[in-house]
């Protein structure tokens, strides 16, 4: 997933500092590269203007508010207290957890444990694979070793390092203890505190209450429709007797974030669902839209002069839409099963 900026503008009203204030913490920051305090171009921010104008990753700015709230009398907590919307414990971690939230899509439960790829946990580190080997191998020889198959361990197609939510907490603590930079020692131990928790509960609970999400829009869909196959005009009865399916007009892996949406969804018989995938597309795999059941219709269904019409105005309501990048999705459209 590509790095989120924060624009400089939005980050002073954030901490309700000055244009001015945040000119001179980026001058101290840029002007004594050796002290405890670091900010890395290309990491913590970048640069968006000639004048030197910057915006900041969630590292970053984690960095200028964990200065602010150390150097300044007004506790950073208070600050933002209402912006945040959550307990002042939660606010000081904000970052690192939307951090975690957007580097966790290879979260997957196996074993009892919740585990994530190396990919990932560098990531949320802030840190690069070498240096992650090198924790991973000085926490092996501490008195709460990295364990192989309960903190770390290898599987999947490509055999790809994985490390459980309890390994994660372990590097955290060596990383805290060996980085010489505050704000890094500070993040790491802040990502080994929020990781187990916000993973395991939070976002867990949030892929399980879409899967409810999806089910809910598919049960509204048929009682929309009045539990009639749409294309064929048919309905189960004593003598013919078949089974419903919801189908996703926009393919539900491609474009997730539209799997809960009752606009996006249709009744039809299971036969035809099969028939559009299998025949129509050339498997399940293939990532249909609405364009894709459109022509479906018109070719295998022409006398069905409703539908089209109809499908014309989903096509409306639901909008120009772009599928996600399958390679790396969110981990929020995990499919339940991942994490049962």
């Known amino acids: 997933m590509a790095e989120i900026y924060i624009p400089s503008k939005e980050l002073i009203e954030m901490l309700k500092i000055s244009s001015q204030d945040l000119i001179d ?8 590269p050796d002290d405890e305090w670091e900010l890395e171009e290309g990491k913590d921010y970048r640069i968006v203007s000639k004048s030197g104008l910057r915006e900041y990753t ?6 200028i508010a964990r200065y602010v709230e150390t150097h300044r009398k007004q506790s950073f907590f208070d600050v933002l207290k209402e912006w945040f919307l959550h307990t002042k414990r939660n606010i000081r971690r904000a970052f690192v957890r939307k951090k975690i939230l957007d580097n966790c899509s290879s979260l997957v439960k196996r074993n009892n444990r919740f585990f994530l790829s190396k990919a990932d946990v560098i990531a949320i580190f802030g840190t690069n694979a070498s240096y992650l080997s090198k924790m991973a191998e000085a926490a092996k020889r501490t008195d709460t070793s990295l364990i192989e198959g309960e903190d770390y361990e290898s599987f999947g197609d490509k055999n790809e390092l ?3 939510l309890p390994g994660v907490m372990k590097l955290a603590k ?19 505190k929020e990781a187990p928790p916000y993973v395991a509960n939070t976002i867990v609970n949030l892929i399980l209450d879409r899967e409810k999400a999806i089910q809910k829009a598919k049960d509204q869909a048929k009682k929309r429709d009045k539990k009639i196959c749409q294309v064929t005009g048919k ?13 996703h007009l926009y393919a539900s892996h491609a474009y997730p974030h539209l799997a809960d949406v009752e606009n996006n969804l249709i009744t039809i018989s299971c036969e035809v669902h099969d028939q559009f995938h299998q025949h129509f597309m050339g498997g399940t795999h293939q990532p249909c839209t609405i364009d894709d059941f459109i022509d479906f219709v018109h070719q295998y269904y022409p006398t069905n002069s409703k539908l089209p019409a109809w499908l014309a105005k989903q096509k409306v309501v639901l909008g120009q839409q772009q599928p996600i990048d399958e390679r790396k999705p969110h981990v929020l459209y995990l499919p339940a099963s991942r994490v049962l």
Do not use: M
């Open 174 to 192: 060596q990383f805290s203890t060996t980085l010489t930079r505050k704000n890094r020692r500070e993040w790491c131990d802040d990502v080994g």
């Open 162 to 164: 994985y490390y459980s």
């Open 235 to 247: 309905k189960p009865d004593k003598i013919h007797n078949f089974n419903l399916a919801a189908h």
């Open 58 to 63: 969630f590292t970053g700015a984690y960095t």
């Open 25 to 32: 913490l980026e001058k101290f920051f840029d002007s004594i």
